[in-house]
Nanobody
């Protein structure tokens, strides 16, 4: 019943921008914290950002602070990640996940629901 569907990934040059979206359904979206988590090639899962249920508290990984912005539209049941000044090291599969999680390296079972992921590739 619960579904999280990411979109907006793709290939972009260094310094470029992308906006990821996560469409949520099957639960009361406005009652849950949400996160973006990524997995780069050969590396562990890393929490990129989190946002609380109301959208007035956020958290960011040091590596993306000042470049990425997490937001949500509870009326549309949608989570967003605006990604600016992209770097090659941002290349990863980006996942939408339900929950706040913890900073840094994480395990999949820290979240109860996950999207399928969307590929972001930053390359010249």
């Amino acid at each position: 019943e619960v579904q999280l569907v990411e979109s907006g990934g793709g290939l972009v040059q260094p310094g470029g921008s992308l906006r990821l979206s996560c469409a949520a359904s099957g639960f009361t979206f406005s009652s849950h914290h949400m996160s973006w988590v990524r997995q780069a090639p050969g590396k562990a899962l890393e929490r990129v950002s989190a946002i609380n249920f109301a959208g007035d508290r956020t958290s960011y990984a040091d590596s993306v602070k000042g470049r990425f912005t997490i937001s949500r539209d509870n009326a549309k049941n949608t989570l967003y990640l605006q990604m600016n000044s992209l770097k090659p090291e941002d290349t990863a599969v980006y996942y939408c996940a339900r929950g706040w999680g913890t900073s840094g390296i994480i395990l999949r079972d820290e979240y109860d629901y996950w999207g399928q992921g969307t590929q972001v590739t930053v390359s010249s």
